[in-house]
Nanobody, 119 residues
């Protein structure tokens, strides 16, 4: 069972990044997928989540609503987080999570990818 995030990096304020979460070892379609982030000195916080299978229900944290887009490609066993209009306060380690239930309880976590927004 493995979740591997990629796509992080350094970007200027106002820029864009797309994070990917590649899944292996379980049936991707059955799991809701989510993104969380943790900034230095702060607790991990929710960013976005998408329901299993068709991804018919999507929910965002207020802080990213309208700027971030979560999606999934079941054929590729991959979830994505498209991040636009990035701000310095978006700087954090971003984690992918998979869960059979919503709300997510004891999800499977990825190792995280660093996103730094700075000029």
């Amino acid at each position: 069972v493995q979740l591997v995030e990629s796509g992080g990096g350094l970007v200027q304020p106002g820029g864009s990044l797309t994070l990917s979460c590649s899944v292996s070892g379980f049936t991707f379609d059955d799991y809701a997928m989510g993104w969380f982030r943790q900034a230095p000195g702060k607790e991990r916080e929710f960013v976005a989540r998408i329901t299993s299978r068709t991804g018919s229900s999507i929910y965002y944290a207020d802080s990213v609503q309208g700027r971030f887009t979560i999606s999934r490609d079941n054929a590729k066993n991959t979830a994505y987080l498209q991040m636009n209009s990035l701000r310095p306060e978006d700087t954090a380690v971003y984690y992918c999570a998979a869960s059979l239930t919503l709300p997510m309880k004891s999800p499977i976590w990825g190792q995280g990818t660093q996103v730094t927004v700075s000029s």
